[in-house]
């Protein structure tokens, strides 16, 4: 089956940055088998079905490389607090009580509320991961999840069981779920369950998702405790070897940045977050500047509270001229790329998604420029980051499955949601 967006600006964000007026995409199953002016396109397709475009611009959908999706449970429960006493005072304890069930719905909730912000991927590390692979299934979103590992301690077998459970997913959900391995921290995992960790993702040929330098505190402790910052114990534990996405990595000296990206780790911004639990302000120019691979997360909506990448992009821009004193500095064109292009390369799916051209799967966002903040029609770009709400995704579509529609989604019942959910908070939160 043929699905056509007809009359439709597209941002393709392919290397060239070609940007097409009034063209035309063409979605034969889950792949994009055009996307560009509307006289490059061969055949007529009279049997496909047609989307009218006409007043909307297709961008690749937005890859969030950084959440904890079933925190959405904890959305406004614990606020004004540093992460420290914030994990250990509040979230560690709520999610003693969290079962799967509680896991799924939880997830439910967070990708609706990721589809209806133009997020057609997302990267998680937590709990219960294989109940989160269930909802992605159902919802039909795109994820590369992690179990979320700490330790050794008492239950790190029980653990393991659920990362080789997990493997078995990437068969499933027509191939839109991926893993990575999840040790969380430098400070919840022992130096040689870091080298466990690294020894599990050579096993299953995945990537290694972690928090990395992410407060002041972290790197003190690392350097009394190791003698060395977070950034060079993973390198001095060989974690580097293997694709590594990093997320946070706001405290760095000049040698970690260096490490970085000799080792092409890439580092996933959370803006909100970092600002939110006051841990401080990557240094995404530098960072950049070096030729590091930078995309944004939102972290889990506990400590965001939201999980929008176009809300990260548009802070993140202005965040990075406030601090430099520079108004060059992370301009529209790069924030949109890291929000997509540069989000998929992150997670190691730089082949299957984050822009719009031949062979790609079909994660197209059409965004409604027809509203008063995108006049005049200028610089669509600058329009987008400087101007835009997530609340402009008019329509979603993953794997060439429309997910929404004129802001409808199709695949998540959200008064089941929002029942279950309500009644899962409850039980825990009282
Ligand atoms: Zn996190």
Redesign the pocket.
């Known amino acids: 089956m043929k699905l056509i967006i007809d009359n439709i600006d597209i941002i393709s964000m392919d290397e060239a940055g070609h940007f097409y007026r009034d063209g035309v995409i063409v979605i034969d199953g889950d792949t994009i088998e055009y996307a560009g002016a509307k006289s490059g396109l061969k055949a007529d397709h009279p049997d496909a079905k047609r989307v009218d475009g006409h007043g909307m611009l297709a961008l690749p959908g937005f890859v969030n490389t ?3 999706v079933a925190m959405t449970i904890f959305r406004g429960y614990a606020n004004d607090m540093a992460l420290w006493d914030w994990l250990a005072e509040k979230i560690w304890p709520a999610e003693e009580l969290l079962t799967g069930e509680d896991a799924y719905w939880a997830t439910l909730l967070g990708a609706a509320e990721m589809i209806q912000a133009g997020v057609t991927t997302f990267a998680d ?1 937590y709990m219960f991961m294989t109940q989160t692979a269930r909802a992605v299934e159902d919802c039909g979103i795109r994820a590369v999840l992690a179990r979320g590992l700490s330790g050794p301690d008492g239950s790190t077998d029980e653990r393991h069981r659920e990362v080789e459970e997990l493997r078995t997913w990437r068969t499933r959900a027509q191939g839109r779920i991926t893993t990575m391995i999840g040790p969380h921290s430098i400070y919840t995992c022992s130096r040689d369950y870091l080298k466990v960790c690294k020894g599990m993702a050579e096993k299953h040929g995945v990537g290694i998702h972690i ?1 990395l330098s992410e407060t002041e505190q972290e790197v003190r402790d690392c350097i009394r405790e190791h003698g060395c910052t977070p950034v060079r114990l993973l390198m001095e534990l060989g974690l580097f070897d293997l694709p590594v996405l990093a ?2 990595c706001v405290h760095l000296n000049d040698e970690d940045i260096e490490i970085l990206a000799e080792s092409g780790v890439r580092v996933s911004h ?1 803006p909100s ?1 970092n600002l939110k639990l006051s841990s401080g302000f990557a240094p995404v120019t530098r960072l950049l500047e070096r030729g590091i691979c930078v995309a944004f ?1 939102t ?2 909506a506990a ?1 965001n509270n939201n999980l929008s990448v176009w809300k990260e992009m548009t802070l993140a821009s202005l965040i990075a001229k406030g601090q430099s004193g520079d108004p060059a500095a992370l301009p529209a064109k790069t924030a949109l790329r890291m929000a997509t292009a540069m989000g998929a390369k992150a997670l190691s799916l730089d082949k299957v998604t984050g822009s719009l051209e031949k062979g790609k799967k079909a994660d197209i966002i059409l965004i409604d420029t027809n509203k008063p903040h995108y006049f005049p029609k200028g610089d669509r770009e600058v329009n987008l980051v400087y101007s835009g709400y997530s609340q402009d995704v008019d329509t979603v579509i993953v794997n060439g499955r429309i997910l929404m529609a004129g802001r409808e989604l199709t695949t998540i019942d959200m008064d089941r949601v929002h029942y279950e959910v309500d009644k899962i908070v409850s039980r825990i939160l009282g």
């Open positions: 950084h959440t904890h590390m928090h997320a946070h959370n977050s997360g972290d889990g400590s």
